[in-house]
């Protein structure tokens, strides 16, 4: 088969998905229905993939997606429990007493708190746990969503303490006869520590204008006014926290390595960010708020956002008191995935779901169901019960809203992430697996220029996988083989694999996995393709800025790439401060 006819053949799971998803609207779980029957007939028919194969990838993907919805319930349990029991009155009222302006509380809730979650868990976790909060203090459901999933991109590569690094990439490189050979003397970890620099540092390059664009993002498509120039009056408070976190996060990943620059920097970025939102410094006098409820357009709205005030009456709760199940949680995921012996005891092999050789495939499915995040969030929720002194007929009404909430994610999730492992697992004796095949044709096409492309190769993958580590894992030896092929050397190969993490990382934007997951946390459901036509701006920014950037220290010294980059970020800005948006209420009905 021609080089070029098996490209579009790969090409054909990915644009099946973007073509219903994104471009007619479709719904998440028809789209993927079919894109699931598109792609296990291309394997089998076309790329003579062993039927066992496919059906082992399929069960694979179902367990899966079973291990994506109990984090998805947890996070909702959570936000239900909170609800039941008053907590969410004062959690309400004390971001409202931080800032009643909506940008502020954008940032510090997804940008830094969600940062803080993305290090200590990943795996769209800080969708998961920051979209209900924000619905929780007056978002629209389709806004919270939005800017927790623009912030999946500079926390991600060192998400769930670095595993995108430590798993992703090193499983990718390590062992390999070529890698070996290129790096010579140089220990394998050391340079691996090396290429973490380096993500961190474009990252940080990148990453500190993201709450500008968020923000920008936020109004634009939920204020009355329809503009990015409210978000843009904000822009001193929002750069003030992108370089909060990000310069904290590259210093951190410079000195102690890729473990612990999502999590620490955030937590920085919140004691540093907090008390200036809270005196109102570099803060605009206008607050910015969401038109009245009533003027919401209902593709904004989900289940969640029906959750009112109904403990009116009642005393609010003490603030520490409200916020202590959060806490819980940060301290049982740092605790969980940092402390050795409590991480061996939760992922034992006795403790642990295995499928080995699923219908003599090769292929094998595990769920550690203890160290799962939902694992964390329904401890924390316990805790709350009593910790709250709720009744048994409020938590049960908890529970009751969460399952009904998590039900309703179930068969888009059990459609997408079978067709995902499918893809993944399409090799056969004849080609590669699609996304080499994909990765091979945009390689042979774009030459010396590859370094550029490389960060789209790794939003490719995590679209389609749904994560930076498997996007990672798949691509990090194809990225340095590329690299080594255009002559770049062991230096030049270490800063393409960092491109590979940041594109990886920018992809979680639009993945479908982490969009179906955060949209039903918020009782979202059916809206996913409008949600990732938003998040393609921001990803789009990350993805091209990140090539400009990887080429220019690929080149060295002071070239016409820094100043591509420089003329990328402004024009972004300009084009965004441009949009004066539309005054009034009833624009809304234009989304």
Not at 45 to 61: C, D, R
Not at 257 to 273: C, N, Q, T
Not at 481 to 509: D, F, K, P, W
């Amino acid at each position: 088969m021609p080089a070029a006819v098996s490209f579009l053949l790969a090409l054909l799971p990915i644009a099946t998905v973007f073509i219903l998803l994104v471009v007619l609207a479709r719904s998440a779980k028809f789209s993927m229905m079919v894109a699931y029957v598109v792609t296990a007939l291309t394997a089998l028919v076309i790329w003579g993939t062993a039927p066992e194969k496919v059906m082992g990838a399929t069960v694979n993907g179902l367990v899966s997606a079973v291990s994506l919805l109990y984090i998805v319930f947890g996070a909702i349990l959570m936000l239900y429990t909170l609800e039941e029991s008053g907590g969410i009155r004062a959690i309400r009222g004390g971001f409202t007493r931080i800032s009643p302006d909506r940008r502020v509380q954008a940032i510090i809730i997804a940008w830094l708190f969600g940062s803080l979650i993305e290090g200590a868990s990943g795996f769209g976790t800080p969708a998961a746990i920051g979209a209900p909060l924000l619905v929780a203090i007056g978002f629209p459901a389709m806004a919270a969503v939005m800017v927790t999933l623009i912030i999946q991109s500079t926390p991600v590569s060192f998400g769930a303490v670095g595993t995108p690094i430590l798993v992703g990439v090193k499983t990718g490189l390590a062992d390999q006869p070529l890698v070996e050979q290129t790096i010579g003397q140089v220990p394998f970890m050391d340079y691996l520590m090396g290429i973490a620099t380096h993500v961190a540092m474009m990252h940080a390059l990148i990453g500190f204008l993201i709450p500008i664009i968020m923000v920008g993002m936020l109004t634009r498509f939920f204020g009355a006014n329809r503009s990015f120039r409210e978000g843009l009056r904000i822009w001193r408070f929002a750069l003030f926290a992108g370089i909060a976190f990000t310069v904290p996060y590259f210093l951190i990943a410079a000195i102690l390595g890729p473990e612990f620059p999502s999590l620490l920097g955030g937590l920085i970025g919140l004691a540093i960010v907090i008390p200036v939102a809270r005196r109102g410094w570099l803060i605009p006098t206008e607050s910015f708020d969401f038109p009245a409820r009533n003027a919401w357009d209902e593709s904004w709205t989900g289940k969640l956002d029906d959750l009112e005030d109904h403990r009116a009456g009642l005393p609010v709760m003490p603030l520490m008191k409200a916020w202590a199940p959060y806490v819980i949680v940060i301290l049982l995921l740092v605790l969980t995935r940092t402390v050795a012996p409590v991480k061996a005891m939760l992922t034992d092999p006795g403790v642990s779901i295995v499928f080995e050789n699923l219908f003599g495939s090769g292929i094998k499915a595990s769920v550690q169901p203890l160290y799962l995040p939902g694992t964390v969030l329904i401890v924390a929720s316990l805790v709350t019960f009593f910790l709250h002194r709720m009744s048994v007929g409020d938590y049960t009404k908890a529970l009751r809203s969460s399952g009904s909430t998590m039900l309703a994610a179930a068969p888009t999730l059990m459609l997408a992430v079978p067709m995902v492992q499918v893809f993944l697992n399409s090799a056969s004796e004849s080609y590669s697996s699609m996304p080499i095949v994909l990765a091979e044709g945009v390689a042979s096409v774009t030459g010396q220029a590859w370094p550029f492309f490389a960060p789209m190769i790794g939003a490719m993958g995590a679209f389609v996988a749904g994560s930076n580590t498997i996007s990672n894992m798949m691509f990090s030896l194809f990225q340095f083989s590329a690299a080594e092929q255009i002559g770049l050397g062991a230096g030049g190969a270490a800063l393409v694999v960092a491109l590979q993490a940041i594109g990886g990382a920018a992809g979680n934007m639009i993945c479908v996995h982490n969009v179906v997951a955060a949209s039903a946390t918020v009782g979202l459901i059916g809206r996913e393709g409008a949600i990732i036509r938003k998040t393609l701006i921001p990803m789009g920014y990350y993805v091209v800025q990140g090539g400009l950037i990887g080429t220019a220290l690929i080149a060295g010294g002071l070239n016409v790439w820094w100043i591509a980059a420089i003329v990328w970020a402004a024009g972004v800005l300009t084009v965004m401060a441009m949009n004066r948006g539309r005054p009034a209420l009833a624009a809304a009905k234009a989304q």
